[in-house]
């Protein structure tokens, strides 16, 4: 079974970047639709951006869009979350999640059924 692991976070100002990095540890992932999801303290997790497989189809809440960029290389086997313009609000623990029989991305978390263990993204004011 292939598992996600997500690298990239940490603490960063207002107004900074940070790039996420998502690659799984064993089989590739390379015909998964793929998304980023974010939790915050006492919320559910929400739905941050997905992808398919051919990197194409991309998709991004509200909150995060123009800010966000998910892109992914196959090649390399590794999605990627570039996020600029950051604002303490951002600040989650933010998830990798992969759809293993679907080639496109979903809004809808219960449609993921590989995940990271996170990555804290903390924003400072």
């Known amino acids: 079974q292939v598992q996600l692991v997500e690298s990239g976070g940490g603490l960063v100002q207002a107004g900074g970047s940070l790039r996420l990095s998502c690659a799984p540890s064993?089989?590739?992932?390379?015909?998964?639709?793929m998304g980023w999801f974010r939790q915050a303290p006492g919320l559910e997790r929400e739905f941050v951006a997905s992808?398919?497989?051919?990197?194409?189809?991309?998709d991004y809440a509200d909150s995060v869009k123009g800010r966000f960029t998910i892109s992914r290389d196959n090649a390399k086997n590794t999605v990627y979350l570039q996020m600029n313009s950051l604002k303490p609000e951002d600040t989650a623990v933010y998830y990798c999640?992969?759809?293993?029989?679907?080639?496109?991305?979903?809004?809808?978390?219960?449609?993921?059924?590989?995940w990271g263990q996170g990555t804290q993204v903390t924003v400072s004011s």
């Open positions: 999640a992969g759809r293993s029989s679907y080639e496109g991305g979903s809004r809808v978390r219960y449609e993921y059924d590989r």
């Open positions: 992808i398919n497989w051919r990197g194409g189809g991309t």
């Open positions: 064993g089989r590739t992932f390379s015909t998964y639709g």
